[in-house]
């Protein structure tokens, strides 16, 4: 049974940081990408970022460049999300996916 387990959310003050988690079991495709999403409140889902994470290449969606950073630990099969110089439309559920798998998502507030 595959299963994404998101984990790192909470709340961060605007221009903090924040590194959310992601443990994919079940799962041993390695060539398929690992995703980030995330659902603003009445906002569409959005893609973030991808990786393939055997080429450890990562691509943002264009508000993640240059502050958001996609990584991986293969032994773990985990997926990370550093996130820097948070601003408040930042705030969201974030989820990790791979194919049509989901995880259940870490709310991350931005707010003073």
């Known amino acids: 049974q595959v299963q994404l387990v998101e984990s790192g959310g909470g709340l961060v003050q605007p221009g903090g940081s924040r590194t959310l988690s992601c443990v994919v079991s079940?799962?041993?495709?390695?060539?398929?990408?690992r995703k980030w999403y995330r659902q603003a409140p009445g906002k569409e889902r959005e893609w973030v970022a991808s990786?393939?994470?055997?080429?450890?290449?990562?691509l943002y969606a264009d508000f993640a460049e240059g502050r958001f950073t996609m990584s991986a630990d293969n032994a773990k099969n985990t997926v990370y999300l550093q996130m820097n110089g948070l601003k408040s439309e930042d705030t969201a559920v974030y989820y990790c996916?791979?194919?049509?798998?989901w995880g259940q998502g870490t709310q991350v507030t931005v707010s003073s």
């Open positions: 079940g799962f041993t495709d390695s060539g398929s990408p």
């Open positions: 990786m393939i994470t055997t080429e450890g290449t990562a």
């Open positions: 996916r791979v194919l049509n798998y």
